[in-house]
């Protein structure tokens, strides 16, 4: 990158900085809590802000048949394509605008977008409305600047990333609406991301026969199966806890089982049990045969309980993230830029999450995830109560991503 195009973005960017947070601002505002998943409204809003920059926007409302198999009520997609020129790379900016419900303990509006000694607060400020605002007007400094670049760059906003992703990035592929070659995904300002976990969900029910609680001998209880099926699973998380990942910010796989429901009455021997559980699956796993060895697990710790039959459904399965060779110009650029910018050494490392960007890897899409954001989730309260974003940090992280893709693009 030349010197006069470096100092060109920075100008830009400043100059635009108040325009860019009251474009989030008003992405904060529109609700889009998932679930219960009802995001056409702020895709509206989304396109409505993207056009007053002057992009065109494609709407690609998901059929509704399809958001209710997903648990949701509406999407729609939308994607902004710039074209440089006819030859180069498509380069794609992936973020989702839909959050996780505010929950309790708020001190500000969750839908405010109030603006407090520096940050924003708000319902998906950090996670990740901030990064619409990231990627659009990095998009619009390179356009505006009249920058010398090859290739395209696109916009992916998508909606269903707190449930999945199915009907965001993976429906857009399948779709035949993008098939860019490089991506970079919603992130934070302060690493380069390129691994992260996967993740299983898996419901089994336990299924045996009720009777009366003065004759216990005459059923079959689901619940004591079910105990074996759980005392099974947690001797399992010991033995993960040993294993360890080799990337830089990831630890150790692990399970959780996080609901538990059945029983009749008190003086009922239960004929149905049925938890769900929670797999984290590091990046050196193969995410099949990890369901494989646990779905055996399961069934294999009932096998002798008399009576009982097990039926174990896959609710949702994440593949993890692991780098592939080809983004590695991208997390040099990254790297390098953000380094400079923010004035610290930001380091290239995984995180303990799952992402969207999954989805375009596993397509063989090279994906790197970077964008606005605090140090960590837990400075931005993301998931959590008061979420937050540092204003400054959304100026810097826009002008690492227009830097990187004048990098990536130079004619």
């Known amino acids: 990158m030349l010197d006069g195009q470096n100092t060109s973005i920075d100008d830009f960017l400043?100059?635009?900085?108040?325009?860019?947070?009251?474009?989030?601002?008003?992405?904060?505002?529109v609700p889009s809590d998932n679930p219960s998943g009802d995001c056409a409204a702020h895709?509206?809003?989304?396109?409505?802000?993207?056009?007053?920059?002057?992009?065109?926007?494609?709407?690609?409302?998901?059929?509704?048949?399809?958001?209710?198999?997903y648990g949701m009520i509406s999407a729609t997609n939308l994607i902004v394509r710039h074209r440089f020129t006819d030859d180069g790379p498509v380069i794609a900016l992936n973020a989702h605008g839909d959050v996780v419900a505010p929950g309790d303990g708020w001190t500000t509006d969750p839908y405010g977008g109030e603006v407090i000694d520096g940050w924003m607060y708000g319902r998906?400020?950090?996670?990740?409305?901030?990064?619409?605002?990231?990627?659009?007007?990095?998009?619009?400094?390179?356009?505006?600047?009249?920058?010398?670049?090859?290739?395209?760059?696109?916009?992916?906003?998508?909606y269903d990333e707190e449930v999945g992703g199915h009907l965001g990035p993976r429906w857009l592929m399948a779709q035949g609406l993008v098939k860019p070659d490089l991506?970079?995904?919603?992130?934070?300002?302060?690493?380069?991301?390129?691994?992260?976990?996967?993740?299983?969900?898996?419901?089994?029910?336990?299924?045996?026969?009720?009777?009366?609680?003065?004759?216990?001998?005459?059923?079959?209880?689901?619940?004591?199966?079910?105990?074996?099926?759980?005392?099974?699973?947690?001797a399992q998380r010991e033995k993960l806890s040993a294993v360890e990942s080799e990337i830089d910010g990831i630890d150790s796989p692990n399970i959780t089982v996080g609901l538990i429901e059945g029983g009749i009455?008190?003086?009922?021997?239960?004929?149905?049990?049925?938890?769900?559980?929670?797999?984290?699956?590091?990046?050196?796993?193969?995410?099949?045969?990890?369901?494989?060895?646990?779905?055996?697990?399961?069934?294999?710790?009932?096998?002798?309980?008399d009576g009982i039959r097990v039926d174990i459904s896959r609710?949702?399965?994440?593949?993890?993230?692991?780098?592939?060779?080809?983004?590695?110009?991208?997390?040099?650029?990254?790297?390098?830029?953000?380094?400079?910018?923010?004035?610290?050494?930001?380091?290239?490392?995984?995180?303990?999450?799952?992402?969207?960007?999954?989805?375009?890897?596993?397509?063989?899409?090279?994906?790197?995830?970077?964008?606005?954001?605090?140090?960590?989730?837990?400075?931005?309260?993301g998931h959590r109560a008061d979420e937050r974003l540092r204003l400054d940090d959304l100026e810097k992280a826009t002008i690492v991503v227009a830097k990187t893709l004048c990098d990536l693009m130079s004619a």
């Open 265 to 305: 009455n008190t003086n009922v021997v239960p004929d149905k049990v049925t938890f769900r559980l929670d797999r984290r699956m590091i990046p050196e796993e193969d995410a099949e045969q990890v369901e494989a060895e646990l779905r055996q697990l399961i069934e294999a710790s009932v096998a002798e309980c």
């Open 43 to 69: 895709g509206a809003k989304a396109a409505e802000l993207l056009e007053g920059l002057g992009f065109e926007v494609e709407r690609h409302p998901v059929p509704a048949d399809l958001c209710r198999e």
């Open 14 to 29: 400043s100059q635009n900085r108040d325009r860019q947070v009251a474009f989030l601002k008003e992405l904060v505002r």
């Open 315 to 381: 609710i949702m399965r994440a593949q993890p993230l692991a780098p592939l060779p080809a983004v590695q110009p991208a997390v040099d650029a990254l790297q390098r830029h953000a380094s400079a910018t923010f004035d610290t050494e930001i380091p290239v490392m995984g995180v303990p999450l799952y992402t969207d960007a999954r989805l375009y890897m596993q397509e063989g899409i090279p994906t790197v995830i970077y964008g606005a954001g605090p140090t960590s989730l837990l400075e931005a309260n």
């Open 183 to 234: 991506v970079i995904s919603a992130g934070f300002s302060y690493s380069v991301v390129t691994a992260h976990n996967g993740c299983l969900h898996l419901e089994t029910v336990v299924r045996g026969k009720s009777a009366h609680a003065a004759r216990p001998d005459t059923g079959h209880d689901a619940l004591a199966a079910a105990t074996k099926a759980l005392a099974a699973i947690y």
């Open 124 to 158: 998906g400020a950090a996670v990740s409305k901030s990064d619409f605002a990231t990627y659009a007007f990095a998009l619009m400094a390179l356009r505006d600047l009249n920058l010398p670049l090859r290739g395209c760059v696109e916009l992916h906003f998508t």
